[in-house]
């Protein structure tokens, strides 16, 4: 079943998605060479908690942190460790959820480490880029499968992928409702958009092949040939008049170091 949220429930939403923000903005300020998983994930709970908010993916399905760090080659769910410590040229995509007042937050960016690939850079602009694109067709009427398609178009027109096994989804008071929300596929298709409705929009953009596995930790997803993948998030509902990004962040995404 696919909830529409009232005006309160949406700002109750918003406070939650303003503290994913806020912790993904101080996320992004401490990815530096040196810097560990760990230390991120430790920055993340201190500050989710300090807020009054529970860590969303901690304890879900076993998830053993507050935060999914994944470097590289990892598309998404890497489990932050003292011993993965990041180095120039990385890319780590940074995935928060928080609940706050019986909510639900998420969203995702990917941070360069210092001086990047050029094909790492532009990974990590037509990926942000797909996610918008996806953002600006959210209005009643519309249909789950124009969200795909927006950012489908965008990312091959690069000559990079979409990840097919893992999509975006609907979210409200759980994390994760219905609808499932995939990155590719035909425009006109799925469920409609009706006012009310929260979905969290999530690119995820391989610089080769489309194919992923899961490591033997059980969480770990990674391109199977190896190449980069970026990923970018943001919880949005869909109202009368524009989409509302409830995870929005008062610094832009690339105004911090």
């Keep these: 079943m696919i909830v529409c949220r009232?005006?309160?429930e949406l700002g109750k939403m918003r406070e939650a998605g303003r503290l994913v923000g806020e912790v993904?903005?101080?996320?992004?300020?401490?990815?530096a060479p040196g810097v560990s998983t760990a230390e991120l994930d430790e920055v993340a709970e201190r500050l989710i908690v300090k807020a009054g908010g529970t860590p969303a993916f901690k304890g879900y399905h076993g998830y053993?942190?507050?935060?999914?760090?994944?470097?590289n080659e990892e598309v998404i769910h890497g489990i932050p460790s003292k011993g993965r410590v990041l180095v120039e040229g990385d890319i780590i995509s940074i995935d928060v959820g928080a609940e706050l007042h019986g909510y639900f937050g998420d969203s995702a960016i990917t941070v360069a480490?210092?001086?990047?690939?050029e094909e790492a850079a532009m990974l990590l602009r037509v990926t942000e880029e797909s996610l918008y694109?996806?953002?600006?067709v959210v209005k009643p009427g519309a249909?789950?499968?124009d969200i795909g398609h927006a950012v489908q178009s965008h990312v091959e027109a690069f000559g990079f992928s979409v990840v097919r096994e893992f999509v975006g989804h609907g979210i409200g008071e759980r994390m994760h409702e219905e609808p499932q929300v995939p990155n590719y596929g035909e425009p006109g298709h799925g469920p409609r958009l009706a006012e009310g409705m929260v979905l969290a929009i999530e690119p995820m953009v391989n610089a080769g092949k489309p194919a992923v596995k899961v490591l033997s930790d059980g969480w770990t997803a990674v391109t199977?040939?190896?190449?980069?993948?970026?990923?970018?998030?943001?919880?949005?509902?869909v109202t009368a008049d524009e989409p509302r990004i409830l995870t929005a962040r008062e610094v832009p995404v690339?105004?911090?170091k």
Excluded: M
């Design 64 to 71: 053993p942190a507050t935060i999914c760090s994944s470097i």
């Design 133 to 136: 694109k996806a953002i600006e």
């Design 24 to 31: 993904l903005t101080e996320l992004k300020g401490r990815v």
């Design 254 to 256: 690339h105004a911090r």
């Design 143 to 145: 249909r789950v499968s």
């Design 224 to 237: 199977k040939d190896k190449r980069l993948s970026a990923h970018f998030e943001h919880t949005v509902a």
């Design 113 to 117: 480490v210092g001086q990047v690939s």
């Design 6 to 8: 009232s005006a309160a």
